[in-house]
Structure formats: C-alpha cells, structure tokens
C-alpha cells in the first residue's frame, strides 16, 4: 500500500512557532524545582504533556522530520524510536507525521532493560538490525538516557546515524553525545522559550 501525501501547504516555520507556543503554555512551570540530577531550577520541562497532547503532537512529528530533512537525512533513516518513556510519544508522532508527509519510517522502543521472559528483547517494534535509525528524545538534560538508547541499539545490530531531541537545556547533553561519535540535533532549545 503506497505513503498517504499530505498535499497541504505546510510552513516549518509556523509549526515551530506554534510547537513553542504550546510547550510555553502546556510545558513549562515556573518556581523552584529540585532536577534529576540533583541540580536546582527556577523553572521544571515537563515535555510529556506536549508529546501526549492532541494539539502538539502532530507538530512533534513534523519538527522531528523537519531536522532530518535539514540535515540531509530524511531519505536514507529507515526507523526513530528511544528510551521509554520519553522517546515513546516522540517516536509515534514522528512515524505518523512521516506518514502524512509520504516518507515512512518504522518507530520502535527501546525497554530500560531486557524482558526476562517471552523473547527476552530490549527493542520493541520492527526489527532494527542492519537498519539506520536515530535515537530520539523529548528533552534531554545529560544525554543520558538516550545514550543508555544508542548502546541497545547498537547491540540490536542497529547503525545509529544521529540523535535528535525536541527540547535541548543546553546543560551538557550535547556534548556528551557528540564525544560519543554522533551527531547531536535540537530541534529547539530552551533558549527558544526565553529560559536561558
């Protein structure tokens, strides 16, 4: 069955502007907030009520297929997917909206760690072996959970050819993705939103 092709005008910059928009109203709250990481913040990024809402997840999966294609790399990625929980929305949106656009790619999930029972597999989803994929994430602080993704994919005997995150702190991640041999895209930053 061929791609449905979205033969709608479609403008990257409005679906930017319009992604920020809903990740300012919807995502980020303001205050004094004890991270992850054990550092303090005056404002906490919950992405997951932007990747799970009606409203923004479409504009998810097109910004995440937008960078691709900036990058020159839309047409030679056969899969995205990433760590659960936070990839999950990220993955589905961007394999719906590739879709719509009439450049399909398959979504997987990559578990924390293997199941022990059933076939024992730490990557859900098609089969990635010997396919390009990219790892991505929702927000990403230190890289380190979608790193934690790109080592089980690499294991699966997939080739990881970048990653991309919809929401980058500017708090180290890029830096340590990139010291690991891979391309680190941002489709946003919180610079974006005025928080830096």
């Known amino acids: 069955m061929a791609a449905m092709t979205d033969t709608r005008s479609y403008d990257p ?3 930017r502007e319009e992604l920020l928009k809903l990740i300012d109203s919807l995502a980020v709250k303001r205050g004094s907030f004890t ?11 919950d992405l997951r009520l932007v990747t799970l809402d009606h409203r923004s997840a479409p504009l998810v999966g097109d910004i995440v297929l937008d960078v691709l294609e900036a990058e020159g790399l839309l047409d030679s990625v056969d899969a995205v997917g990433g760590l659960t929980m936070g990839a999950d929305p990220v993955g589905t949106a961007t394999m719906h909206a590739s879709v719509r656009r009439g450049t399909p790619l398959d979504t997987f999930v990559v578990r924390k760690q293997a199941k022990e029972h059933g076939m024992g597999k730490r990557v859900e989803g098609p ?11 929702d927000t990403s602080t230190t890289g380190g959970s979608v790193l934690t993704a790109v080592e089980a994919l690499r294991e699966a005997g997939a080739e990881v050819v970048a990653v991309v995150v919809v929401m980058d702190r500017n708090t180290g991640a890029r830096e340590r993705v990139e010291a690991e041999g891979l391309r680190y895209l941002t489709a946003l930053t919180t610079a974006d939103l005025g928080l830096d």
């Open 127 to 137: 089969d990635v072996r010997g396919r390009r994929v990219v790892a991505v994430e």
């Open 35 to 45: 991270l992850s990481s054990g550092k303090q913040a005056d404002y906490y990024l």
């Open 13 to 15: 910059a409005q679906t």
